[in-house]
């Protein structure tokens, strides 16, 4: 390629805005009721939304209470060619309807029984597609199954990242050395062993990594939400995200009055671990019913939000932001050509210096000089996430009606009429060509779909031969 034409390509490559992303964000936006449209709403803005798959690997080898998987999850049979052909279709679908670039979740049973090559495959699919996947595990797998996930056979890296969801809770049981946690604190030492093995794998072979940290949140640990904050906000994680528990999947594993975990109370208890209450007036991602996020940081053990959401000039921040980088896509994009992007917005708006040093200059304030030396200017960005899922009952009935057309009188319906159109949560059903919320596909469309796929793909029993023993029984 002569320099003209390398110049060319790099002048495309860096492009800020790619108009397909921005058509597609347009089509969320439009689609967003009204009442979500406000000047912090992501989607529409900065993003589609999140994805996640479905019937891919639905079976797991931990017992959660709840489990949102219904009950025939755990009677299919992992296999990789199922899953590298459901992932495709449904990726493809997900490119065509919501655009070229969106956060996906390989999500589903437990990501981690899949052999490393069939889970590697099903990730570069997704990164053909222009979705940056994030892999869904309870994080009870060894180094070995990392290394071989990240590397090819020739010990090549195949990924230059992995981004990694670890769900740790005292109430999912069967996890190796610790069948039944006594405490949240107990499951610490597994919690930092998980996040040690991405740590030596970055050491040994250069592969950067994404962490979050999932929880989900009942009556019975919502106290302790606070100490799991504490204790591994230095572990490793870039997202503490969790879940209130809500009735939804396998009703035999519904144990305790979850709803008296209210949003508010595990907020608060969150707030609570990070040092502050949170604010989560600034970005909204759909709902603020569905989700509340804080973006922020650590300076040493101290937890600051980017930014303050009762301080109109973080406010205005925000807007600057979005109105010059929102149409940037920043999901899948490697940081070098971000740069060059955000870099040729800044050439044609150059106020956005003047805006971003201000802020700078406001947050360093914030901090407070003499804790920024303590620790050599060095800060940790870790966001705290709630997102809560509703119960099976209010959203069955409340999605048919949708689909006939029907508002809903009855208030809870109506919340979660209101809810389900805000999504931000979405899956792809390449048979018919739809997408739906992940509340209507766990409360609604699983149990139909896993009773089929556990036709499809029965569990083979292996059974060891017999032997006799020498007083002639068969063991
Ligand atoms: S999946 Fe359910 S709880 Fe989550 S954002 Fe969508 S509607 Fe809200």
Redesign the pocket.
């Known amino acids: 390629m002569g320099i003209l034409a390398r110049l060319r390509a790099l002048e495309r490559a860096t492009r800020p805005y790619d108009p397909e992303f921005v058509a597609a964000m347009a089509r969320r936006w439009a689609e967003l009721p009204d009442a979500v449209r406000t000047p912090g709403q992501i989607i529409g803005q900065h993003g589609v939304g999140c994805e996640g798959t479905h019937g891919v690997f639905p079976r797991c080898n931990l017992k959660c209470t709840p489990c949102y998987h219904s009950r025939d999850a755990n009677q299919v049979r992992v296999d990789g060619p199922h899953s590298r052909e459901q992932v495709a279709a449904q990726m493809r679908l997900l490119r065509i309807l919501r655009g070229p670039r969106a956060h996906a979740q390989l999500i589903g049973g437990e990501v981690s029984l899949l052999p490393p090559d069939d889970h590697a495959a099903a990730l570069e699919i997704m990164h053909a597609q222009g979705r940056e996947p994030m892999s869904f595990t309870h994080g009870d797998f060894d180094y070995d199954h990392l290394e071989r996930l990240a590397l090819r056979d020739d010990g090549e890296r195949r990924f230059a990242r992995l981004s990694f969801a670890a769900h740790f809770d005292k109430f999912m049981y069967g996890r190796r050395g610790i069948e039944r946690p006594p405490g949240e604190l107990a499951l610490n030492p597994y919690r930092k062993r998980f996040a040690d093995m991405f740590a030596r794998l970055r050491r040994e072979h250069g592969v950067r990594y994404f962490l979050a940290h999932n929880m989900t949140v009942t009556p019975g640990n919502l106290d302790e939400i606070a100490d799991v904050v504490r204790e591994c906000r230095t572990m490793g994680y870039g997202m503490f995200s969790f879940q209130p528990a809500a009735f939804l999947g396998d009703e035999r594993r519904w144990k305790e009055p979850y709803r008296e975990a209210t949003a508010d109370a595990v907020w608060a208890e969150i707030g609570r671990g990070a040092g502050r209450p949170l604010g989560y007036g600034v970005f909204q991602n759909?709902?603020v019913?569905?989700?509340r996020t804080a973006y922020g940081f650590y300076a040493g053990r101290r937890w600051y939000p980017f930014l303050e959401e009762d301080d109109p000039r973080d406010l205005a921040v925000r807007d600057a932001f979005f109105r010059y980088f929102g149409k940037v896509s920043f999901t899948g994009t490697p940081p070098a050509v971000l740069a060059a992007k955000m870099a040729r917005v800044v050439a044609r708006h150059p106020s956005t210096v003047v805006i971003a040093v201000r802020w700078l200059a406001r947050t360093a304030g914030r901090v407070g000089v003499p804790r920024l030396v303590r620790n050599r200017f060095r800060v940790r960005p870790v966001t705290f996430v709630m997102?809560?899922?509703?119960d099976a009952e209010v959203?069955g009935p409340a999605w048919e009606m949708m689909r006939r057309g029907e508002p809903a009188g009855e208030p809870a319906l109506r919340e979660a009429q209101e809810?389900?159109a805000?999504?931000?949560?979405?899956m792809a059903h390449p048979e018919d060509g739809t997408v739906v919320?992940?509340?209507v596909q766990h409360a609604v469309l699983d149990p139909a779909e896993n009773a089929q796929l556990r036709t499809l793909l029965p569990l083979v029993e292996v059974r060891a031969p017999s032997v006799r023993r020498p007083d002639g029984q068969e063991e």
């Open positions: 759909g709902d019913r569905c989700n997102h809560r899922f509703m959203v809810r389900l805000a999504c931000q949560y979405s919320p992940a509340c």
